[in-house]
């Protein structure tokens, strides 16, 4: 479940909580001379800090390099609170302070592709997924061992925030793309060979997540999906796909969903009734005016 988080606005400060932070976090954190900088950062700089129950488990530090740019220059989560949204929540409400400021936009630094790093791909997904998009390669920036990527996005104006689709002049594409079927890792083999007679269209598997077999239904543009759960009860959710995953997470909060955790480059959310269901980015090669829907203001 999506734990309850406070945002607290900072102007400086909370060197002293980034460190704390920052000593759980070793695989990210390793380096003892960016630390330093990172804790020197968040004592003069503004951000935002997450709590939860009165404990300071993530933090985001902002760095100002003109009055229209600006970067985040830390964004870091205490370990047990990972996958809880929170550092989603950090960087919704930086963007909206850089709003009200003026700010279009905005950048982050990290660790390039070109040096495999499993933790770090997660890092890149969840960037992207927030709308960032590559802008150049660093080889050196940091050192030969740390190439950097940066990444930008447009900071939506603040008239706009509100509006469905503010992420994108022309708005965005989702539709409900796949139905997939829960279930536990005894009964797998079972169902899925259960659900390729009753359709009629043998499901394979996946060769990027072994735990799915899938397969488009016939005379529909949508697929069908048996996944394998590692625990939990078995059950039936949906996919919901989208050309922005940002603004279409932030239409269906105002609808009354809430996050949960970020899998995979996708975010899992639970609707009013607390059931599951998961939003996916897609492109707009597939979602089109003709099978999805599309939102803007």
Same mark, same amino acid.
Request: aromatic residues 8%; proline residues 6%.
């Given at each position: 479940? +999506?734990?309850?988080?406070?945002?607290?606005?900072?102007?400086?400060?909370?060197?002293?909580?980034?460190?704390e932070?920052?000593?759980?976090?070793?695989?990210?954190?390793?380096?003892?001379?960016?630390?330093?900088?990172?804790v020197?950062?968040? +004592?003069?700089?503004?951000g935002?800090?997450a709590? &939860?129950?009165?404990?300071?488990?993530?933090?985001?530090?902002?760095?100002?390099?003109?009055?229209?740019?600006?970067?985040?220059?830390?964004?870091a989560?205490k370990?047990?609170? /990972?996958? /809880?949204?929170?550092?989603?929540?950090?960087?919704? $409400?930086?963007?909206?302070?850089?709003?009200?400021?003026?700010?279009?936009?905005?950048? &982050?630094?990290?660790?390039?592709?070109? $040096?495999?790093?499993?933790?770090?791909?997660?890092?890149?997904?969840?960037w992207l997924?927030?709308?960032? $998009?590559?802008?150049?390669?660093?080889p050196?920036?940091?050192?030969?061992?740390?190439?950097?990527?940066?990444?930008?996005?447009?900071?939506?104006?603040?008239?706009?925030?509100d509006?469905?689709?503010?992420?994108?002049?022309?708005? /965005? *594409?989702?539709?409900?793309?796949?139905?997939?079927?829960?279930?536990a890792?005894a009964?797998?083999t *079972? +169902?899925?060979?259960?659900?390729s007679?009753?359709?009629?269209?043998?499901?394979?598997?996946?060769?990027q997540?072994?735990?799915? /077999?899938?397969?488009?239904?016939?005379?529909?543009d949508?697929?069908?999906?048996?996944?394998?759960?590692?625990d939990?009860?078995?059950?039936v959710?949906?996919?919901?796909?989208?050309?922005? &995953?940002?603004?279409?997470?932030?239409?269906? +909060?105002?609808?009354?969903?809430?996050l949960v955790?970020? &899998?995979?480059?996708?975010?899992?959310?639970?609707?009013?009734?607390?059931?599951?269901?998961?939003v996916?980015p897609?492109?707009?090669?597939?979602? *089109?005016?003709e099978?999805?829907?599309?939102?803007?203001?």
């Open positions: 479940m +999506e734990a309850s988080v406070a945002l607290r606005d900072v102007t400086g400060g909370e060197g002293r909580a980034c460190a932070i920052l000593a759980l976090l070793p695989t990210w954190f390793g380096i003892p001379e960016s630390n330093q900088d990172y020197a950062t968040a +004592e003069t700089h503004p935002v800090i709590t &939860v129950g009165g404990d300071d488990v993530g933090i985001t530090t902002v760095k100002r390099h003109s009055p229209y740019a600006a970067e985040v220059y830390l964004m989560v370990p047990a609170y /990972h996958r /809880h949204g929170i550092g989603w929540q950090m960087l919704r $409400r930086v963007e909206q302070r850089l709003a009200e400021e003026g700010v279009e936009f905005l950048q &982050v630094k990290t660790l390039s592709a070109t $040096r495999p790093d499993a933790g770090y791909a997660k890092t890149r997904a969840f997924a927030f709308g960032f $998009r590559p802008l150049e390669e660093h050196t920036l940091w050192d030969a061992e740390n190439p950097a990527l940066q990444l930008v996005k447009a900071v939506a104006p603040e008239a706009a925030r509006q469905p689709g503010a992420t994108d002049p022309v708005g /965005h *594409r989702s539709r409900i793309d796949k139905i997939v079927i829960d279930v890792p009964d797998h *079972r +169902e899925v060979a259960f659900w007679a009753a359709t009629g269209r043998g499901l394979t598997p996946s060769t997540f072994p735990e799915y /077999h899938w397969g488009e239904l016939p005379g529909q949508i697929g069908l999906l048996v996944q394998r759960l590692g939990g009860a078995s059950r959710h949906v996919d919901i796909h989208a050309t922005d &995953v940002e603004a279409e997470v932030a239409r269906l +909060e105002r609808l009354g969903a809430t955790q970020h &899998v995979h480059g996708w975010w899992v959310m639970l609707d009013p009734a607390g059931l599951p269901f998961c996916v897609d492109d707009g090669e597939r979602l *089109r005016d099978n999805a829907a599309r939102w803007h203001g």
